[in-house]
């Protein structure tokens, strides 16, 4: 049997007394920092939870920061690519006017400088930098500049193939740009048929029906008409354009000269040559025969440019108003998908601001604090050490020598 002695008694009741203000500190840390659990100690299952929890909470965090950066800059890609449609429109209307045979070869050229501001403004564009300093339409040369005019007059694309995507879901990415080269590069010409001749050598007069050109348009052949006498093969050829531009409403065909030599064109179909009665090649410069339209590709700038040389040189430019129609197609189809990608980012966010408050609901309901228990606990917890205070005070004095 254990002797109870005031010794005893008193350590007791001061570690009794300890417990009880520990507890209390707990309850009143938890009420300070809104937490129910603080250390891992204090629940242990809880604490690897809201670890968990808050993994997760930060990695769908990052998501929505991933969604936002690309966002902002699919943004800026789309307020680019609606600067040039607007462009496109006007070089259009360019092409329309300068097509038109009544205004002079001043007011061509003046059309044409028009076109090469257009083109300088286009060429800015496709240079565009975001506000991280970074080019958009380059792929993954970021800091590379996308386009540069070449001592060729021809304009090089320095970028790549590439196309960068962030991550704004646990199984999603999605493209953040495009590269220049599908934009501005790659870009379909209409189907076009050339045709170029050689300086003629028979100078003599053709016969009207001797010579027929069909453009493939549905129209059939047509004859050229009556060309006379030429003193020279430069003349002949000059001939030969004035009676091909006659007759081009209805065949399609234009032509023009360079030197001695004959250039028929067609966006139509293709262009065939027939040679009746008396005219042969040498006389027309032409050889008999068909040849088909052919469908290619290049850059909006180099059709800004051809179209702006063909301008101040006077000459047709009448395919060009459906090549900058190719043109304004394919930028059209990249803001299609950039209009696309940005409502896929806003579903995404909505998505995964869904996930993140639920995480966080369960994350609360993991580690916050209930404080209405939390307070009546600490009432009780206060209640309890008061008492064990005041009682100590009292049992500390009992003692039998105060009866001696």
Known sequence: MDRISSYMISQRAVQAMLGQ????????????????????????????RVLGLNQAIATVQQYQENANTAKQR????????????????????????????????????TVGMEVRQLLDQMVSMANTKNSSGEYVFVGYQTHTKP??????????????????KIQIAPDRQVADGDNGFDVFV???????????????????????????????????????????????AEERALQMRDAVNRVSEDTGVSARVDGAELILSTTEGAISIAHQGSAVP????????????????????DTFDQLATKLESDD??????????????????SRGKVGARLNAIDRQLDVNADLELN?????SEEQDL???????????QKLALEAAQKTFVQVKDLSLFNYI
């Open 186 to 232: 790659d870009v379909k010409t209409s189907p076009m048929a050339s045709v170029k001749g050689i300086a003629a050598t028979d100078l003599t007069a053709i016969i009207d029906g001797d010579i027929t050109i069909d453009g493939g348009n549905g129209a059939g052949p047509v004859s050229l008409g009556d060309i006379l006498i030429a003193t020279t």
């Open 359 to 363: 995480l966080e609901t369960r994350r």
């Open 316 to 333: 047709s430019v009448g395919r060009y108003i459906s090549d900058l129609q190719l043109a304004l197609d394919n930028i059209l189809e």
């Open 147 to 164: 386009f540069s005019l070449e001592a060729s007059g021809l304009y090089e694309y320095n970028g790549d193939m590439g196309q960068r």
């Open 370 to 380: 209930d404080y209405i228990e939390a307070i009546a606990r600490f009432e009780r």
């Open 21 to 48: 203000q520990r507890n209390l500190a707990e309850t009143q840390l938890q009420m300070a920092t809104g937490k129910r659990v603080i250390n891992p100690s204090d629940d242990p299952a809880s604490a690897a």
């Open 282 to 301: 040498a006389m027309t410069g032409l050889t008999s025969g068909t040849t088909d339209a052919v469908s290619g590709k290049q850059s909006i700038f």
């Open 74 to 109: 699919l943004e800026l890609e789309e307020s680019v690519l609606s600067s040039v449609t607007d462009l496109l429109h006007r070089a259009g209307e360019l092409a329309v006017q300068g097509n038109n045979d009544a205004l002079s070869p001043s007011d061509k050229k």
